[in-house]
């Protein structure tokens, strides 16, 4: 289970081959309609809510989450630094320098 599946509607932890997971759309699965575009707008609606749920918290409450996170995915034998990686190599073509380096510190500080 990865961050993004966490808490997800009957993924496995791989959000493959079921009806429903965090990136179940792009992996050919639909929601229970059949329709892959209601499946996927599903998805968008959900990862919009978790998104406000963090808007107007602080750096150092979202730092306590995130770290409450990767410790239960550590216990529970599901943490992946390589996906922390993979993240890294996709968002950083986004991100200035400064930004670049806060995020390669903090997935050092998650894998450490």
């Not at 808490?7 to 990136?23: I, K, L, P, V």
């Not at 599903?42 to 995130?66: H, P, T, V, W, Y």
Request: proline share 2%; aromatic share 8%; hydrophobic share 30%.
């Amino acid at each position: 289970m990865n961050f993004w599946e966490n808490g997800n509607r009957g993924s496995d932890s791989r959000g493959a081959g079921t009806t429903s997971g965090a990136m179940g759309g792009r992996y050919g699965t639909t929601n229970a309609g059949g329709d892959p575009r209601a499946y996927d707008r599903d998805i968008n609606e959900d990862l919009a809510r978790r998104l406000a749920g963090f808007e107007g918290k602080s750096e150092e409450q979202l730092m306590g989450e995130l770290l409450s996170s990767v410790g239960r995915m550590k216990s529970e034998g599901s943490f992946d630094p390589a996906a922390l990686d993979r993240l890294y190599a996709t968002a950083s073509q986004f991100l200035s320098q400064g930004q670049r380096e806060r995020m390669r510190a903090i997935i050092d500080m998650l894998k450490g």
